[in-house]
């Protein structure tokens, strides 16, 4: 970040200072990763007993806000000087070098944390893994704009690059505030992670229906709670065993599993029949009770 901000002052490139805004980012959401991972990674309490994981979304909130504002004003700036003709100039080739060198290092920092981000299931870990590839490709741009302001005598094109870098900034800002409102709204996993569920249960030997199936993200977890439909003359103990196998089963197939709870009801055309035979029941007393009144 300072790296980049120094040159594109000296050297007089509008894109590199721009560059450096994405590494700003990058080192304030990874202090919010170390923030977030400890606060999210606490066990279950009174007061939060679906965990402590949503820490995460609120953190990718608060970044994506931050740099909408940043990147707004540089953005504004940008396209200022973009219309002046007289600003325009080809910045030194020192920055050149260091937009290579920011290219390298961001390719390097993506792979990484694209790994991690897989292994943890982390939200916010997942958004700075998107952040260095967003940043590889902008430190491309501002090597390619310094080369066509230096050998097709473009100096406009600097600065022009700048105003994408901006525009694109506030783009990933947005991207990861939608992500971050799904998260503390209880957005679903998706139709895909549902029938990969529903796959599962079904599976297990007993279950007869897929009643319910609901999914959230808490953080690096997943809750889930589904309702199977079972046999009506299954025992309680039987109905409960069976449950139990159904979670073993999502356990054991499912990474990043939080809170899981697996209930059971009796399968839909037995609790058709159980109804019917209810309404008789309630029928036969309705009427023993008027042939007691009337005696």
């Known amino acids: ?33 170390i923030v977030g991972m400890n606060v999210s ?33 540089l953005f504004v700036h940008a396209v200022t000087t973009l219309f002046n003709s007289r600003a ?36 916010i870990v997942k958004t700075l893994s998107k952040h260095h590839h967003a940043d590889a490709s902008a430190s491309g741009m501002v090597a390619l704009g310094i080369i066509g302001a230096h050998y ?34 209880d957005k679903s996993l998706g139709k895909n992670a549902h029938k990969r569920l529903a796959h599962y249960v079904r599976g297990v030997e007993g279950v007869k229906e897929l009643k319910r199936i609901r999914t959230r993200h808490v953080g690096q977890e997943v809750s889930v709670e589904i309702v199977i439909g079972v046999d009506a003359e299954m025992s309680v103990a039987e109905s409960f065993e069976l449950t139990e196998l159904v979670k073993d089963m999502i356990y054991d197939e499912i990474p990043h599993i939080g809170l899981l ?26 009427g023993q009770e008027m042939e007691t009144e009337g005696a």
Not at 64 to 71: A, E, N, Q
Not at 169 to 183: E, N, Q
Not at 262 to 274: I, K, Q, R, W
Request: charged share 20%.
């Open 1 to 33: 970040m300072f790296m980049k901000g120094f040159v594109g002052m000296v050297s007089g490139s509008q894109a590199l200072v721009a560059d450096a805004m994405y590494s700003a980012k990058d080192v304030i959401t990874s202090l919010l990763v």
């Open 41 to 73: 990674e606490r066990p279950l309490d009174k007061d939060h007993p679906y965990g402590h994981g949503k820490i995460e979304f609120i953190l990718s909130l608060f970044v994506s806000v931050l740099f909408i504002i940043v990147t707004g004003y």
């Open 88 to 123: 325009h100039s080809a910045p030194h080739l020192i920055a050149l070098w260091a937009a290579l060198v920011s290219v390298a290092v961001n390719v390097g920092m993506y792979f990484y944390s694209r790994c991690v981000s897989v292994e943890t299931n982390s939200p």
């Open 152 to 185: 097709l005598n473009m100096p406009w094109i600097d600065t022009a690059v700048a105003v994408l870098e901006t525009i694109h900034l506030m783009y990933l800002g947005g991207d990861v505030f939608m992500d971050a409102t799904k998260g503390l709204m």
């Open 261 to 286: 709870q697996v209930t059971a009801e009796a399968h839909e055309e037995d609790a058709e029949a159980l109804e019917d035979i209810r309404e008789q029941w309630k029928k036969s007393m309705a």
